[in-house]
């Protein structure tokens, strides 16, 4: 099923098959990584998120239909991927992350952490831990309230702009003493202000979390130009 993509990675998709990758959040930006991850060979996926499938989710997340509103995002991922690859080994962790917790994930062989969560202080905690640990992370930064795909970019913590996230990520990163973190940032500023509720769209959160997957498979390849 991945003769075409063979062509590209030539004997490197071993090694993609041989990765662990662990998705922490499966909204927006996480659906769209999995997903990709998936149709890309990765061997085995670990996926941690708490929450179920909301109507207001139909607009942004891949796996969201009418029919699974209700139901546990963690266990529509697993019939979803077995159905797309029956040899992908899956692992679902139905819960919430904080710092009472957050070691549950590290149990695992661990190559590649993907951070689509949304909350700060679980994105904080888990750059700590992985740095910690010689894991590699990306971590996408906000989504919400943009527009333009294009104005998104795989950078260096330190060197993005804007993103309130992002800033708030970049001096805690710079008080534990962490010099590098990838993260995927949008360039673009928020559109609307003074907003109780963040408005969000299909595209963006999609086009974060393909930057993440081709951040993966690119290291794995070994591709220097990324």
């Known amino acids: 099923m991945f003769d075409r993509f063979k062509l590209l990675v030539n004997d490197k998709f071993e090694d993609i098959e041989n990765a662990t990758v662990l998705v922490i959040g499966l909204g927006g930006v996480?659906?769209?990584?999995?997903?990709?991850?998936?149709?890309?060979?990765?061997?085995?996926?670990?996926?941690?998120?708490g929450d179920k499938i909301d109507i207001t989710n139909l607009n942004r997340q891949l796996m969201t239909n009418m029919d699974n509103v209700g139901l546990f995002k963690t266990d529509v991922w697993n019939d979803r991927i077995k159905s797309i690859n029956?040899?992908?080994?899956v692992i679902t962790i139905t819960k919430f992350i904080d710092k009472d917790n957050i070691l549950e994930l590290f149990i695992y062989d661990i190559d590649y952490v993907v951070d689509a969560c949304d909350t700060v202080s679980t994105k904080i905690l888990l750059i700590e831990k992985c740095h910690e640990l010689g894991i590699k992370l990306i971590s996408s930064m906000g989504t919400g309230n943009k527009m333009d795909?294009?104005?998104?970019?795989?950078?260096?913590?330190?060197?993005?702009?804007?993103?309130?996230?992002?800033?708030?990520?970049?001096?805690?990163?710079?008080?534990?003493g962490i010099k590098k973190q990838m993260v995927?940032?949008?360039?673009?500023?928020?559109?609307?202000?003074?907003?109780?509720?963040?408005?969000?769209?299909?595209?963006?959160?999609?086009?974060?979390?393909l930057l993440m997957t081709s951040y993966i498979i690119n290291d794995i390849v070994g591709d220097e130009n990324v």
């Open 30 to 49: 996480g659906s769209y990584t999995v997903e990709s991850l998936v149709r890309s060979g990765i061997g085995s996926l670990i996926l941690v998120d």
């Open 184 to 209: 995927v940032c949008s360039e673009e500023k928020s559109r609307i202000s003074n907003i109780s509720v963040i408005p969000s769209n299909s595209f963006v959160p999609a086009t974060s979390g």
């Open 86 to 89: 029956p040899n992908c080994n």
């Open 149 to 176: 795909p294009s104005k998104l970019k795989l950078v260096d913590i330190y060197k993005t702009s804007y993103d309130p996230l992002a800033k708030v990520i970049r001096k805690k990163c710079r008080e534990v």
